[in-house]
């Protein structure tokens, strides 16, 4: 089955450049959410769209923008990177739907993004 | 989202089933029980989820009391391919801006050969 796809699956960059994060989604997923994880700590939610419209943000810094796109893919990115900003971003995408007269509202996960800023 | 409380890790004999418990005291009656797992490094992955009836599927069961103040996630036949931090959490499983999964201290678990 087709899963989540993250680009690319590492970067490298330096301090004060700008990165961008690609996520394409289950086809027939209408949200996007995106997740960081720094070293050593639990993924912390960062924002999300649904049918293209931000949904929900989280601790996203100023510096990261986001959107999602007619096609349903999604990029981060991340400017005035900053040492700190060194973690795995993984994308999750799920579908509203009913199964049974059952909500599903599970959302499958990426393989993630490893960006390391020197 | 009400709070949840694992142990912070477990150990597991490889072929036996591995009992993972979760509480969720302040659990409200439109809240489901999910679990996720992540293997190191890798992108969490959905398990199973509950409202209060007892669910299973290919990967696991999940057991969710009669007062639905906790439950408990069940590998039947565990293999070193589990050890992973398990995330029990419960959120509203509804169209709303309580879709983000918060993901909290999980519980470690090794699988021993």
């Known amino acids: 089955a087709a899963g989540v796809i993250q680009s690319p699956r590492h970067l490298i960059k330096e301090k004060r450049e700008t990165a961008t994060l690609k996520c394409y989604p289950i086809?027939?997923?209408?949200?996007v959410y995106w997740y960081q994880q720094g070293p050593g700590q639990d993924p912390q939610f960062l924002i999300s769209?649904?049918?293209?419209?931000?949904?929900d943000k989280g601790s996203i810094p100023d510096r990261f923008s986001a959107q999602q796109f007619s096609d349903y893919h999604s990029e981060l990115n991340m400017s005035s990177l900053e040492l700190g900003d060194s973690a795995l971003y993984f994308c999750?995408?799920?579908?509203?739907?009913?199964?049974?007269?059952?909500?599903?509202?599970?959302?499958?996960f990426g393989p993630g993004t490893r960006l390391t800023v020197t | 989202d009400a709070k949840t409380t694992q142990p912070t890790s477990m150990d597991c004999a490889e072929g036996r089933a591995a009992n993972l418990p979760c509480n969720h005291s302040?659990?409200?009656?439109?809240?489901?029980v999910y679990w996720y797992r992540q293997i190191h490094s890798q992108g969490p992955q959905y398990i199973i989820h509950?409202?209060?009836n007892n669910e299973t599927n290919e990967m696991a069961s999940l057991i969710i009391t009669e007062d639905r103040k906790s439950s408990t996630l069940i590998l039947p036949h565990a293999t070193l391919r589990d050890t992973a931090v398990y995330y029990c959490?419960?959120?509203?499983?509804?169209?709303?801006?309580?879709?983000?999964?918060?993901f909290g201290p999980g519980t470690s678990l090794s699988v021993i050969p």
């Open positions: 999750a995408s799920s579908l509203e739907s009913f199964l049974a007269g059952r909500a599903s509202y599970e959302q499958y």
């Open positions: 086809p027939r997923h209408d949200t």
């Open positions: 769209f649904y049918e293209k419209m931000q949904s």
């Open positions: 302040t659990i409200s009656g439109n809240e489901y």
């Open positions: 509950g409202l209060k």
């Open positions: 959490i419960v959120r509203v499983a509804m169209k709303t801006s309580y879709d983000k999964v918060i």
